[in-house]
């Protein structure tokens, strides 16, 4: 078995191949002043691989997948294994208009014609319960990063009170407050638009707090740059920032700072600064445990 890398996440894709005791090499992307992407893979290729590679600003790197998969197989990989630990193209799980595409089944029916098996960390999933629903053939393994955030928030901050932006976030919340016998709460949101919406506090005490907002991702951050001046407004001490996915899109790191938010932590299952938690030992736990 050999684990193969992109530059774009070669950090955590040799930190991956470390913890499965894995060879790690790279694959090479070119692109074209037009856009296309000639793909280099390393030769030659055993017959298991695990790919890593996490599938933010996907577009390019849905094409790239294909282009890699189909290599390897020819040159014959008879297993394959995507460890992606963000998963794109998983909200829209529903046509809301006529003539919309469902992409997360379109785009998990790709993924299961190129991969034995994938795994990914917190999918954002609402109207499924199980990732295998997305993904229809071969494994599909969901992991939480919630179990290390919890471990995280117990070395950093002292008897934190925990708030999820939103209904979506509450899983996630209730999953890292509940074991830790923290205190947590649930906003509620009004979505105006893709950069613009209204969320309302429940009726808490939050006078001199320390709050963490948590969820499992964070795009453009207006959810929580709204919940967190209402926390402002509300006396909070502090309020710091822990999601699983920073996405982190038009500079929203800086307008959450600005909004009042001390610290911003995340996994790295995106690459940015505020990576503080390595998935390396969840991913290589799933990996170990998938059918032979």
């Given at each position: 078995?050999?684990?193969?890398?992109?530059?774009?996440?070669?950090?955590?894709?040799?930190?991956?191949?470390?913890?499965?005791?894995?060879p790690f090499?790279?694959?090479?992307?070119?692109?074209?002043?037009?856009?296309?992407?000639?793909?280099?893979?390393?030769?030659?290729?055993?017959?298991?691989?695990?790919?890593?590679?996490?599938?933010?600003?996907?577009?390019?790197?849905?094409?790239?997948?294909?282009?890699?998969?189909?290599?390897?197989?020819?040159?014959?990989?008879?297993?394959?294994?995507l460890v992606a630990p963000y998963l794109c193209y998983m909200r829209q799980d529903i046509a809301f208009h006529a003539g919309e595409a469902v992409s997360q089944k379109v785009v998990g029916a790709f993924l299961a014609e190129l991969f034995d098996a994938v795994i990914t960390v917190d999918p954002h999933l609402h109207r499924i319960e199980r990732l295998e629903q997305a993904i229809p053939r071969g494994e599909a393994v969901a992991l939480t990063a919630a179990p290390a955030m919890i471990e995280f928030l117990a070395q950093h901050v002292q008897a934190p009170m925990l708030i999820g932006p939103d209904a979506e976030s509450e899983q996630w919340v209730r999953a890292m407050a509940?074991?830790?016998?923290?205190?947590?709460?649930?906003?509620?949101?009004?979505?105006?638009?893709?950069?613009?919406?209204?969320?309302?506090?429940?009726?808490?005490?939050?006078q001199d707090r320390t709050i963490v907002l948590v969820d499992?991702?964070?795009?453009?951050?207006?959810?929580?740059?709204?919940?967190?001046?209402?926390?402002?407004?509300?006396?909070?001490?502090?309020?710091?920032?822990l999601v699983t996915h920073a996405l982190f899109a038009d500079n929203a790191t800086h307008q959450l700072h600005e909004a009042g938010i001390e610290q911003i932590w995340s996994t790295d299952s995106i690459s940015h600064p505020s990576n503080v938690i390595h998935l390396a030992p969840l991913l290589a736990d799933a990996v170990r445990g998938l059918k032979s």
């Open positions: 078995m050999m684990l193969l890398g992109c530059h774009d996440y070669e950090a955590q894709g040799r930190r991956l191949a470390d913890a499965l005791g894995l090499a790279l694959v090479e992307i070119h692109r074209f002043p037009d856009g296309e992407s000639k793909v280099t893979l390393p030769a030659p290729l055993p017959e298991q691989v695990v790919l890593c590679r996490s599938l933010d600003q996907p577009n390019d790197k849905l094409v790239e997948l294909m282009l890699i998969a189909r290599t390897a197989r020819a040159m014959g990989a008879r297993r394959i294994i509940e074991p830790a016998g923290l205190d947590y709460a649930v906003a509620t949101k009004e979505r105006l638009g893709d950069r613009s919406v209204r969320t309302k506090l429940p009726e808490r005490d939050y499992d991702m964070a795009s453009t951050g207006r959810t929580l740059i709204a919940v967190a001046s209402q926390l402002k407004f509300r006396g909070a001490a502090a309020i710091h920032c």
